[in-house]
DNA sequence: TTTTGACTTGTCAGTTGATGACAAAATTAG
DNA sequence: CTAATTTTGTCATCAACTGACAAGTCAAAA
């Protein structure tokens, strides 16, 4: 278990033997930059997931959600709220995506 | 069940009949912005749920957990990821729940 | 149909927070 | 010691969010 998605990337990384400029090289990332990520000084951004899946050759529905996990994660923890909050969360995607499915089905 | 938590806010001030104009002055907001927010047009910003919650007598956590649910449920649906993403968030919490406490344990 | 009040929409300047970049310090390995 | 690696500090820049205002629609009342 991580506490973040940084000492994910360093895992991966160091077990591939790279260095931070080896791979933030890969990452389209400044050295310094990816040491803040991977010491969670810094957020790893979304938008940067592909790379780091076609990098380490993992899944990428599989990487969305250990990313994902990790913000969300980090959001209920600083807000102390209750793990209640994820059952409510599960029930307001479902009625999102099943929104989703009526509006498709009208347009045609 | 609703769409976007302006969707929440709307039915709380059409059921007390105030105006946009009268809630955005108890929240501090333009009524033109209040309306935005109303229609999922923007967001509402965390630091107003302690005047939310104290124009409408509701209870903060309950409240925030209303937010936080929302925030989540639509992150998960933008990235059309698994539902798993909940259940490992659920461990990371957990762990990073535990992991305070043994670092404030340490302290004393 | 004119007026009035409530709501919506568009726009924009100002602010804020994240990001990339670089230098320099600290740490580690050879 | 030296060189490579990692960490830290700083800062200009950029994108996103915010507040504010003007102009618009709409419905009800006069």
Do not use: P, W
């Not at 033997?17 to 090289?25: K, V």
């Not at 951004?45 to 993992?58: C, P, Q």
């Amino acid at each position: 278990m991580k506490k973040h998605f940084g000492e994910y990337i360093r895992q991966l990384r160091t077990d591939k033997g790279f260095t931070l400029t080896q791979l933030g090289a890969k990452l389209e990332l400044d050295s310094a930059n990816l040491s803040k990520i991977e010491n969670g000084k810094r957020d790893f951004d979304e938008k940067r997931l592909n790379l780091l899946a076609s990098v380490f050759n993992l899944n990428l529905d599989e990487l969305r959600i250990e990313f994902l996990s990790q913000v969300i994660a980090k959001k209920i923890y600083e807000s102390s709220c209750s793990l209640d909050v994820l059952q409510v969360a599960e029930k307001k995607v479902n009625y999102l995506r099943q929104a989703n499915l009526k509006q498709k089905s009208l347009k045609f």
